[in-house]
T-cell receptor, first 114, second 109 residues
Framework: DTAVSQTPKYLVTQMGNDKSIKCEQNLGHDTMYWYKQDSKKFLKIMFSYNNKELIINETVPNRFSPKSPDKAHLNLHINSLELGDSAVYFC?????????????FGQGTRLTVV | DAKTTQPPSMDCAEGRAANLPCNHSTISGNEYVYWYRQIHSQGPQYIIHGLKNNETNEMASLIITEDRKSSTLILPHATLRDTAVYYCIVRTWGGKLIFGQGTELSVKP
């Protein structure tokens, strides 16, 4: 059973389109995250949700809108896609509030905007 | 910004111990040191974490200096499958993991 699963794994789309990436975790964690890894391989946090509530919102264009329908899901919707949005997007989950809890990552969604 | 400093790359012979250093001189008293690795653009994988004491699990050992300003991840018997980018991270309250550049470890036959 996959702990953190993302769909789709690959996404190729044209500029200006709107797309969504879905993430689900079956670990019973209360916190979920979205990270972006660009072509230079830097991993940067974008958002964090705890119990469906947004707790971290880094400097991300408002074209990116996370949505958490329940604790086990955190989806990422991107409007008006731009070339610079091309990257690998990773979802992760953990138990927050307990300093020793590790985060589990999904396998990533490779988004290519053409 | 990441609060850790790591060498950009290291080599290790297969079967030998790989010792990956990390400096975190500004770490706070309640912050943990985490190690993750990323194999060939897969999702980052948790390895180990510690606060003050040395830690060991089935994957690795973590040695933290007494002043907590640096640490070393030890892979006791490196294999080719351990080739990856290794990230040393200081975890702030609330679970935000800030990744730095990491160390690209190449395990060679």
């Amino acid at each position: 059973d996959t702990a953190v699963s993302q769909t789709p794994k690959y996404l190729v789309t044209q500029m200006g389109n709107d797309k969504s990436i879905k993430c689900e975790q079956n670990l019973g964690h209360d916190t979920m995250y979205w990270y972006k890894q660009d072509s230079k391989k830097f991993l940067k946090i974008m958002f964090s949700y705890n119990n469906k509530e947004l707790i971290i919102n880094e400097t991300v264009p408002n074209r990116f809108s996370p949505k958490s329908p329940d604790k086990a899901h955190l989806n990422l919707h991107i409007n008006s896609l731009e070339l610079g949005d091309s990257a690998v997007y990773f979802c992760a989950s953990s138990r927050v509030g307990q300093g020793g809890a590790e985060a589990f990552f999904g396998q990533g969604t490779r988004l290519t905007v053409v | 910004d990441a609060k850790t400093t790591q060498p950009p790359s290291m080599d290790c012979a297969e079967g030998r111990a790989a010792n990956l250093p990390c400096n975190h001189s500004t770490i706070s008293g309640n912050e943990y040191v985490y190690w993750y690795r990323q194999i060939h653009s897969q999702g980052p994988q948790y390895i180990i974490h510690g606060l003050k004491n040395n830690e060991t699990n089935e994957m690795a050992s973590l040695i933290i200096t007494e002043d907590r300003k640096s640490s070393t991840l030890i892979l006791p018997h490196a294999t080719l499958r351990d080739t990856a980018v290794y990230y040393c991270i200081v975890r702030t309250w609330g679970g935000k993991l800030i990744f730095g550049q990491g160390t690209e470890l190449s395990v060679k036959p």
